[in-house]
């Protein structure tokens, strides 16, 4: 008989995982709580504008996107994003500033000072540090790139990422390639162009150089396709999920419908959020529960924003922009979405994706929800020169949104790991291991893919 793995979760860190079982010839189902695929990559129409409510867009670092892609027959649904979105701008001082990306345009730039400039250009000449593993991106920027960049490109970098707090994320575990250039290579500059030749090597692109992708109806599109290659192999509107060990295989109950059902599988994986996997694996360890309610996941609203053409009297030339906490607003930045992607808001309007709260202002949603949205229309419009009133006004809240990769984040992953050890069969994957983007889940997907097969053929 086929050996059976139970994945439980069907957002892409789950489908992606549960595809790759699948087509290697193994039995797999997978458990979803929810009525519909994707987990957190939601997408909706509504009015003719195109919501995400989720990821809004992946980058195209590993070849194993397209190869997802093409297998489940939606190549013809992936776009790209226009060149006109290319620009990326941070706000200075009430002002937009387009982050430089090349050395002409870095020295002309007022984004930074003279002396923040020269800061820069000495990083080659800054060594290792002694304590990489606790140490913050804040104090690892800091030391090698001066604070005025910490200021003015990684943290708002870092917000737009993560929605997280550059003094609490950790280097190592939130960077790990930019700690690794340091590692490896003893410089960000020199690991640059060293790097290159590794990622040539294995067919990945860095997330500066990868393409940004989506779909013509969203994001949801890739989890949806995934899903419905798997077919009746994913049951959704689960609920009273309960494991066990049954000799050498575990039992899952579940109740679906109304009806109870018990399978007997061979290895069981949850790709679901830190704060529920406890619920489903506690019974085999005790102290589970404890270790990953530490991973804090900030509050988020994503507010979506319409507006007809003739309202907006600034030039939109670019992928949005990121707010620095030193600008103290009330949003992390906004996303000029019917600039990156088609498709994306009636004939004659724009469409904008804006972003509140995080790690670092979760005190604003204290205050009133109308409150707080219109404070933010009204600095947003301000900004870009926006006369009128949105056509179009809709929000998500997302109470736990982005898995913070905060210092000693390392103890929770070398934990996980020992778990796995300790009970053969059982594993644990989703966006709080292994990195939080698209790019990163399906890359990871084929890593836990390896050690389940591995598993199943010992």
């Not at 458990?31 to 957190?40: D, F, I, P, R, Y």
């Not at 290579?185 to 860095?206: I, P």
């Not at 994001?219 to 899903?227: C, E, F, G, V």
């Not at 291991?433 to 010992?458: Q, T």
Request: hydrophobic share 35%; net charge positive; with cysteine.
């Amino acid at each position: 008989m086929k050996k059976k793995v139970i994945v439980i979760g069907a957002g892409i860190s789950g489908l992606a995982t549960a595809y790759w079982i699948n087509k290697s010839g193994y039995d797999v189902k997978v458990l979803e709580t929810n009525s519909q695929a994707g987990g957190a990559m939601q997408s909706n129409r509504e009015n003719e504008y195109l919501l995400d409510l989720g990821p809004n867009s992946g980058l195209e670092t590993t070849p194993l996107i397209k190869q997802l892609v093409n297998e489940t027959g939606i190549s013809d649904e992936m776009i790209y994003a226009n060149e006109a979105g290319n620009k990326r701008y941070i706000l200075r001082n009430n002002d937009l500033h387009e982050l430089p990306t090349k050395p002409i345009p870095f020295i002309q730039t007022k984004l930074f000072s003279l002396k923040g400039k020269l800061r820069i250009f000495g990083e080659p000449f800054f060594g290792k540090s002694k304590d990489g593993y606790y140490q913050s991106i804040s104090q690892f920027v800091s030391r090698r790139l001066g604070q005025e960049f910490l200021d003015y490109a990684i943290n708002p970098f870092v917000s737009g990422v993560f929605a997280g707090d550059p003094d609490k994320l950790s280097v190592k575990s939130a960077f790990p390639k930019l700690y690794r250039l340091e590692e490896l290579y003893g410089g960000l500059v020199k690991g640059m162009f060293k790097g290159a030749k590794e990622r040539k090597r294995n067919a990945e692109k860095s997330k500066q150089t990868a393409k940004m992708f989506s779909f013509k109806n969203g994001m949801q599109t890739l989890p949806n396709a995934i899903s419905a290659s798997l077919g009746e192999n994913v049951i959704y509107n689960i609920s009273d999920i309960k494991i066990s060990k049954n000799g050498i295989k575990y039992k899952v109950d579940y109740s679906v419908n109304g009806e109870n059902i018990s399978e007997e599988c061979d290895s069981v994986l949850s790709t679901v959020p830190a704060y529920i996997v406890s619920k489903y694996f506690s019974s085999f360890d005790n102290n589970l529960e404890k270790i990953l309610k530490d991973v804090y996941h900030p509050p988020v609203m994503i507010l979506y924003l319409g507006y007809k053409k003739e309202q907006i009297k600034r030039k939109l030339d670019g992928f949005g922009y990121l707010i620095p906490t030193k600008e103290k607003k009330n949003y992390l930045g906004a996303i000029w979405s019917s600039v990156i992607f088609q498709n994306r808001a009636p004939e004659g309007d724009e469409a904008f994706t804006i972003f509140i709260g995080g790690a670092q202002a979760p005190h604003l949603f204290d205050s009133p929800k109308e409150e707080l949205i219109n404070n933010v229309i009204t600095e947003f419009a301000h900004l870009m020169k926006i006369e009128g009133e949105p056509k179009f006004v809709r929000n998500k809240f997302w109470a736990k949104a982005i898995p913070q990769y905060n210092l000693g984040y390392i103890e929770i992953e070398k934990y996980c790991d020992q778990f796995e050890e300790n009970n053969p069969g059982l594993f644990i994957s989703g966006n709080f291991r292994g990195g939080i983007s698209v790019g990163d889940c399906v890359k990871n997907s084929e890593l836990v893919y390896e050690k389940i097969k591995k598993y199943l053929e010992a």
